[in-house]
């Protein structure tokens, strides 16, 4: 399971999801009856679910979903995912500057070529090691 825990304020900056605006944005993220949901926006297909539950110490993720359908998404590493989804907040919903999680066996890959291909904009690597709590300002 996706486990998070965000501020109010945090909280109210992730459910106003992310709209795309250009071709390199691939994701469209909205928050609609009480699950975060995030698509690719060139196909459309829906990959990852968070339930976000407000709590007396914050709104947490109470629920967590990966679509596993091969024909939509071909991930498979679920501790991965779990990275890739903290990055995606992190960078795309929350601004912040977060490292990219390298995928596992992606050592011999082109600089940026990870980037592109899941969020189309350069980022910083980082191995995918790191927990990716300790990227928080």
């Not at 825990?5 to 928050?31: S, V």
């Not at 501790?79 to 596992?104: C, E, S, T, W």
């Not at 082109?110 to 350069?122: D, I, N």
Request: net charge negative; hydrophobic share 35%; aromatic share 14%.
């Amino acid at each position: 399971m996706f486990e998070a825990l965000f501020t109010d304020a945090e909280a109210e900056q992730i459910r106003r999801g992310l709209i795309p605006e250009a071709m390199e944005d691939k994701w469209f993220i909205y928050f609609s009856d009480g699950w975060l949901w995030f698509h690719r926006s060139w196909t459309g297909a829906m990959i990852y679910a968070l339930h976000l539950e407000d709590t007396a110490s914050g709104t947490r993720v109470s629920e967590s979903w990966v679509n596993r359908c091969p024909g939509e998404y071909a991930g498979s590493d679920t501790a991965y995912d779990r990275q890739l989804v903290h990055f995606l907040i992190g960078a795309l919903l929350l601004k912040r500057n977060v490292a990219f999680p390298m995928p596992p066996g992606s050592d011999s890959v082109a600089t940026g070529v990870q980037q592109h291909h899941y969020v189309g904009r350069a980022y910083p690597e980082s191995s995918g090691e790191e927990d990716p709590e300790s990227s928080r300002s």
